[in-house]
């Protein structure tokens, strides 16, 4: 039998209980991260990524129902028990939030924080180890060490995310999770923040799961790349294949929204996705992408499509996909 | 990676040495500003018992004094005939030294009457005070941390009962059931007094005595005061609980007790300081009805009997020494916000 795989995601559901009925986030996803491979997963919001991320450590609210695997290096993490969750928390996989801003706490100086990740999982750590520890992270993100000693309001936004991402490596993770982790910063501070993390993720050989939605960022950085679109896996492949040449309409929408250097047309005709995703809680039947779809017909509306595996190992969950298309779509597309 | 270029490291040691010198600022700033509230209570203190109204010669006389010689001879006695201005100077002046003036009922300086008085307040207002932010903290991160739970209900439901209740109905009402006894039941605390009037207070048996003495007025002030820490303790917390540093802390693993004590708690204890040093003033309000109820010789009491009287120095110093314990419970309160959140003091 071979290694198990990192992170081996299969058939996760995950239904929030709300006061207007049931909300079901994530339907049915299947992912796998290698170690030292990064994978990106993109998608609009509320699209279900930010719940995916949340239940790999188990972090969902209290009102979620998960069904399903999440496999860390092949242990169940969503029946494991409490202690043995603890210790995979942070010293197995760390996340870096989407809102750095808010992530750490204020009251507590960014040393003090870092060192309590570093004592949680090893026991009997002398001062001295775990100064020059956080010294080193902190310098690995390219901030002074003297800044152990400042409190979370005394840093920039982009600091704020720097010192996150060293938090996160203190435990040497095999795993780092990434959601959103530019969303707040402006257009410099994100390429800096994103360098860091990718730099130290390649160094050190681990394995991350990039949340974005920012599809051209993840193309840049990722190897492989899943696009979900209301809570469902609809495209997953080579991270250049899936940017470039999207199979899935949606994966094409997503690749459209950002102009490509050099394409005037691009560059003229901002390419917006009309409509908006769909409410889980009021899903018809069918393909759920269909109502925003410029390729739709009467094909996807019985049942909503499976992820069907191409050439090259990608896959898409779209009928439509090898279906010649009709001049009017063509000029459509043209234009999105 | 550009990061070496990033201007926000140049200036940084420098940063660092600035936020030192802000706490030790933060602090005299705190200071300054109760020294500030301080001479502004001096000022009000004086001139409000100047335009009480009424003669306070015909009042204390209860109208034998009646000639006007006999009027003239208590103002000048109490130094009333001089103009205001001066009256005011000569009050800032004793002050200073010390001196209150001279109880009218007592004829001994207010300054050793107060001081005599001082300790039973302390000790009451002391006790309960942090009697109820201990168990009123307490019941309100557990009913927080686990909302909507059977410990929650109860504390919460208990909490708004008393928190409308009277703290002189609560008192009486426990002098009926625990003092006095009912039905057959007899009764086990002492109805009032601060000692019984045959010990020496200061043997190891007067003071077994006195902490008996203090139960029924000290829990009476407790229960009064419990549910206002609760409750804000409560709705603070229950305000942290949906933030991101508190699923960072879980992500890290955490137990749950700690992201609780070490995170959520540090921050919800904030808006409840605030509130504790505020109280501080209404707990000494209702120290004036417990100390009544329980008959305990504090300044509550000096302060009532003082008002029937009338004694206006007594009175008067009576405020000085209330609002100067607020002034001190809200510095106080300062310097622990400052410690507690590292924000505010920059």
Redesign the interface.
């Known amino acids: 039998m071979t290694d198990p795989s990192l992170l081996e995601i299969r058939d996760l559901h995950v239904t929030y209980a709300t006061g207007e009925g049931a909300l079901p986030a994530v339907r049915g996803v299947d992912l796998t991260v290698d170690r030292g491979q990064i994978v990106g997963v993109a998608g609009e919001s509320g699209c279900g990524k930010s719940t995916l991320a949340s239940t790999i450590l188990r972090l969902q609210p209290v009102n979620a129902t998960v069904t399903g695997e999440v496999r860390f290096n092949g242990r169940d993490i969503l029946t494991m028990k409490w202690g043995e969750l603890r210790a995979v928390r942070w010293a197995g996989a760390s996340i870096v939030f989407q809102g750095a801003l808010h992530s750490l706490n204020p009251v507590h100086r960014i040393g003090a924080q870092i060192a309590e990740a570093l004592h949680v999982h090893s026991s009997g750590l002398g001062e001295t180890t775990v100064t020059g520890r956080i010294d080193e992270l902190l310098g690995q993100v390219g901030l002074d060490p003297e800044r152990a000693r400042a409190y979370p309001h005394q840093l920039s936004g982009g600091q704020k995310q720097r010192v996150m991402i060293a938090m996160a490596l203190a435990c040497d993770p095999e795993l780092v999770v990434a959601d959103e982790p530019t969303t707040a910063l402006d257009v410099m501070v994100q390429a800096q923040v994103l360098s860091v993390l990718s730099d130290l993720v390649r160094d050190r050989g681990v394995g991350m799961l990039m949340i974005s939605h920012d599809l051209s960022v993840l193309a840049d950085l990722c190897d492989r790349i899943t696009v979900m679109y209301a809570g469902r896996v609809v495209e997953e492949g080579p991270a250049a294949k899936v940017f470039a040449d999207p199979l899935h309409p949606y994966a094409g929408a997503l690749s459209a929204a950002f102009p490509r250097v050099g394409d005037p047309a691009a560059r003229f005709a901002p390419a917006g996705l009309p409509g908006d995703p769909p409410d889980p809680r009021h899903l018809a039947g069918g393909c759920s992408f269909a109502p925003r779809c410029p390729r739709a017909a009467d094909v996807c509306l019985p049942a909503e499509p499976e992820l069907v595996t191409y050439a090259e190992g990608r896959a898409a969950a779209c009928v439509r996909i090898g279906e010649p298309r009709s001049p009017a779509e063509r000029s459509r597309d043209h234009h999105a | 990676?550009?990061?070496?270029a990033?201007p926000?490291?140049v200036s940084?040691?420098e940063?660092?040495q600035t936020?030192t010198r802000g706490y030790a600022s933060y602090l005299g700033l705190k200071v300054l500003g109760a020294i500030g509230s301080l001479m502004f209570m001096l000022v009000v203190n004086f001139f409000l018992f100047r335009v009480l109204p009424g003669d306070p010669a015909r009042t204390l006389g209860r109208g034998r004094l009646t000639t006007d010689a006999q009027k003239a001879a208590f103002n000048k006695a109490y130094g009333l005939n001089q103009p205001l201005p001066e009256q005011f100077w000569t009050f800032l002046k004793n002050t200073a030294h010390g001196d209150l003036g001279i109880s009218i009922q007592y004829r001994v300086p207010v300054s050793h009457l107060i001081w005599e008085r001082l300790w039973p307040t302390v000790l009451l207002v002391g006790t309960s005070t942090i009697l109820a932010t201990v168990i009123g903290v307490y019941l309100g991160i557990r009913g927080a941390w686990k909302r909507g739970g059977r410990f929650d209900k109860i504390s919460t439901s208990l909490s708004l009962t008393l928190y409308s209740m009277p703290e002189w109905w609560l008192g009486l009402m426990l002098i009926a059931g625990l003092g006095v006894g009912f039905w057959f039941v007899p009764g086990i605390f002492p109805t009032g007094g601060l000692h019984s009037p045959d010990v020496n207070p200061s043997s190891l048996h007067g003071i077994l005595d006195t902490t008996w003495h203090l139960v029924l007025p000290v829990t009476t002030l407790t229960l009064a005061y419990l549910a206002d820490y609760s409750l804000i303790m409560r709705s603070s917390l229950l305000d942290e609980l949906g933030?991101?540093?508190l699923?960072?802390?879980?992500?890290?693993?955490?137990?749950d007790v700690q992201v609780r004590n070490?995170?959520a708690v540090?921050?919800a204890m904030l808006p409840t300081t605030t509130i504790i040093a505020l109280n501080i003033g209404f707990v000494v309000s209702g120290a004036i009805t417990v100390e009544t109820v329980f008959s305990i010789p504090g300044l509550g009491l000096l302060s009532i009997d003082a008002l029937q009287a009338p004694d206006f120095w007594v009175l008067q110093g009576f405020f000085l020494v209330a609002s100067a314990g607020v002034i001190l419970a809200n510095l106080v309160a300062n310097l622990i916000y400052g410690w507690?959140?590292?924000?505010v003091r920059?």
């Open positions: 990676m550009s990061l070496v990033d926000g490291l940084e040691s940063d660092v936020r933030e991101d540093y699923l960072t802390a879980r992500a890290k693993g955490l137990r070490r995170h540090r921050n507690l959140d590292p924000r920059t």
